[in-house]
């Protein structure tokens, strides 16, 4: 059985990183591979990760990205060696066979897998930012200290060309997510059998959230899944649905979500603000941090995400598997998801376009185009394909260090 070190640098409580490495964990042949997770700090996910049968492991970290003060270097610095101490002593207790790190600015378990010669990987969820030199350096050392870097999206790749040559390292591969949540209506798409809803998941009846916000049951649900964050431009929803509005007031504007950090509450008082000073009460409903999100999703007509900064943003594959259209706009890896048959693009911070797209889309026959969407979920984005092509990353690296020892023998 293959042992395989996960490195999660931030403890989050909303997901990200977090959720697409449960998918990975929860697809992997358990009698083949043995997951461990080392974490920074305590997380909510660490629970998740022990019930797929994964060990967490909590230990230092050093991560070199963005400074948030003139010591986040130097303290960054010296939690390298102490990181590189402890990843010495645990990857040999525990007979690592390879290392597998998430986000770009992690450094440290790809030194120990050099050093040790044990096969690493890292997966970038970032995409190139001003400025841009910080991103490309941080980038090589990516690729000096991996045998492979994996990127989510053709964006990420700006940020390993050096001097008009690409790193040899990369590998694009998706995030994908199961589809066990998917009831039977969802089967039987280009031949794609799509399981059945697992017991206890039973599929909403379509007029719930419509009476709990006091809908009529021909209002057209518009439906955003973010987090309360600036990077989410939810300011841009909320300028579009007055927009809208006096137009179209049958269009009903859901946003499911809350904030992460502290620093993200006045973010959201402006948002509440905005929908209040707009007389949107009737119109825009915020909420808040819900779990039924698939629930949510199926009584939906249209997902709408108008991010600022995104980078493969997973509720669009959720909102794809349910058979939603999608208005998203034109950032990060989501022209990748969102073709001209499943939805519609738009530019950033552009309340006036959005409107427009909405109106346009709203006018269509949407509901094809959610079918074709979903079909495309079911053809490049199912967690199956996401853990497949991994794994093969993987046992190419085993097998070419195979090779290499032989050879040495």
Known sequence: ??????????????????????????????????SFVMLSSPSVYAEKYEALGAKVIYGPLAVFGKPTDFTYYPRNFLMLLKSVSFLLKLVRELHIDLIHSHKMEVIGANLVGKWLSIPTVQTVHELPRRPLIA???????DHLLNDKVIVLCERSKAMFRWFNKESGKLEKIYNGISVKHLNQAN????????????????PSPPDDLRQQLGLSPQARILITVARLSPMKGLEYLIEAAARIRPIKPDLKFIIVGDVAFEQEKPYKEKLLKKITALELQDTVFMLGLRRDVPELLQQADILILPSVYDIFPTVILEAMSMGL????????????????????????????????QILAMCSLDYKTMGNNARRLFAEEFTQEQYVNQTVAIYEELWANQKEALAEHA
């Not at 293959?2 to 964990?25: N, R």
């Open 325 to 356: 259209p999608v208005i998203a706009t034109d950032v990060g890896g989501v022209p990748e998801m969102v073709r001209p048959d499943t939805g519609m693009l738009i530019p950033p911070k552009d309340a006036e376009a959005l409107q427009k």
């Open 1 to 34: 059985m293959k042992h395989i070190l996960f490195i999660q640098p931030y403890a989050s409580q909303v997901g990200g990183v977090d959720t697409v490495l449960l998918q990975l964990i929860q697809g992997l042949d358990g009698t083949r591979y043995c």
């Open 187 to 202: 089967q039987g798409l280009s031949g794609i059998q799509m399981p059945p809803m697992p017991q206890g998941i039973q």
């Open 135 to 141: 991103y490309k350096f941080v980038a090589l050392l």
